[in-house]
């Protein structure tokens, strides 16, 4: 089978010894390789805890991340709570770094992590509640404020290819992660009694440098497909009065797989923010209008693309005041099954922008996460086959 950016090739003709013999894909020449290199521990604090960076290791080709955050509480006696967003935003900001420095994955929360992977459609179970490695305890238990979550961080994007791999060969040119702890405040209401001690582990997937050859002699495409191309998240934040608003939003240039909206109300709250949403709520792309929904409209389209029909803020729910565009709709029936033609593709002389009536009172803070692609050279016929 083709790869998605490979271009078709001509079987030698009968006689030709110069023609070129065709390659077999980059999977069959290469390897998976699963690293463990990471693991901090410490006690969480009234401060917030800024972790030593982590290099990935490398050995080839970087494909994810995963997160895995504890907490463990004892001797507890008090009625523990959880405030919005945690137990993930315990981790206050996260941020992958290429080897210049720059960022490709945030900075963002630990929140704002898990509705990018559980929304991404990256893979067939994406919500990190649904699993058993998942814990938040609350209550007057001796385990009161005892957490646990496993994140991916997806650095390919279409995994099948593999697409958005970053070639990690050199030590002295690393790419860098970057991890803060927040503060007991900032993830409970009302703390345990003694504060938890934690542990940070990061795992990284990779893929071995191409050997050129199956197991069977057979040549192979030593490099993956599409090789240059780039998965990024960015975010903005803009201040909206209550009532009606139009507003321009600070776009990103790429080829878009999702986009992502967060309202919260004056008190940082998504519950209320996900009552005082718009309905209507309009996206607006230069002179068109591809998207004009009522909330409930919206919300069945989202159920409808992803499969989440739970109560909202549980597991396999919809998250309070969250609503996503997704723009990997092409190939399947999940999102996610991406063929990658649908990708809204956004230049800076584009305009962008969000139009409704906010419900409520005070100033609402409207989040705009952008994961969004750049393709290898620039050229978006580098993500797909012709």
């Known amino acids: 089978m083709a790869t998605a950016t490979a271009q078709p090739q001509a079987a030698p ?13 980059f999977f069959p020449g290469t390897l998976d390789l699963e690293t463990h290199t990471y693991v901090k521990t410490g006690t969480l604090t009234t ?3 800024p972790l030593d960076t982590f290099y990935p290791k490398t050995n080839g080709y970087l494909a994810d991340l995963w997160v895995e955050m504890t907490a463990v509480s004892a001797g507890n006696s008090a009625n523990t709570a959880f405030n919005e967003d945690f137990p993930f935003r315990a ?27 559980k929304w991404g459609g990256f893979s067939f179970s994406d919500d990190p509640r649904d699993s058993q490695t998942y814990q938040a305890v609350t209550g007057t238990g001796g385990t009161g404020g005892s957490f646990s979550w496993i994140l ?18 050199n030590s002295n040119n690393s790419y860098a992660v970057d991890i803060t702890i927040s503060t007991l405040a900032q993830i409970y209401s009302v703390a345990p009694t003694a504060a938890p001690t934690y542990t940070v582990k990061v795992y990284q997937d990779s893929y071995r440098q191409s050997s050129g050859k199956d ?34 939003i ?44 009522t909330k409930n409209y919206w919300i069945r389209r989202m159920e409808r693309a992803y499969g989440y029909t739970a109560t909202v803020n549980t597991a396999n729910g919809r998250d ?19 063929a990658r033609y649908r990708y809204l593709s956004v230049s800076a002389a584009d305009t962008l922008g969000f139009r409704g009536t906010i419900g409520g009172s005070g100033t609402h803070k409207l989040t705009t996460m952008f994961s969004f692609v750049r393709p290898p050279g620039g050229n978006i016929k580098g993500l797909t086959a012709r």
């Open 13 to 25: 003709k009968k006689g030709d010894a110069k023609a070129a013999p065709v390659l077999r894909p």
């Open 47 to 49: 401060q917030q805890i």
């Open 91 to 117: 981790m206050a900001t996260f941020q992958l770094s290429d080897t210049g420095g720059q960022p490709i994955l945030g900075p963002m929360t630990g929140w704002e992590l898990m509705v990018f992977v």
């Open 152 to 169: 991916q961080v997806p650095v390919q994007f279409v995994a099948k290819e593999p697409l958005g791999v970053l070639p990690n060969t």
């Open 215 to 248: 197991a069977q002699k057979n040549q192979t495409v030593t490099t993956p497909p599409g090789l240059g191309a780039v998965l990024y998240l960015r975010r903005n934040t803009m201040d909206l009065a209550t009532g009606m608003v139009d507003e321009e």
């Open 250 to 293: 600070s776009q990103q240039e790429g080829s878009y797989r999702t986009l992502h909206f967060v309202l919260r109300d004056s008190n940082s709250s998504r519950q209320q923010g996900d009552t005082d949403w718009p309905d209507p709520a309009v996206v607006y792309f230069n002179n068109d209008v591809p998207y004009d929904r």
């Open 320 to 338: 309070y005041g969250h609503f996503v565009l997704p723009f990997i709709t092409d190939g399947g029936l999940k999102a996610g099954s991406e």
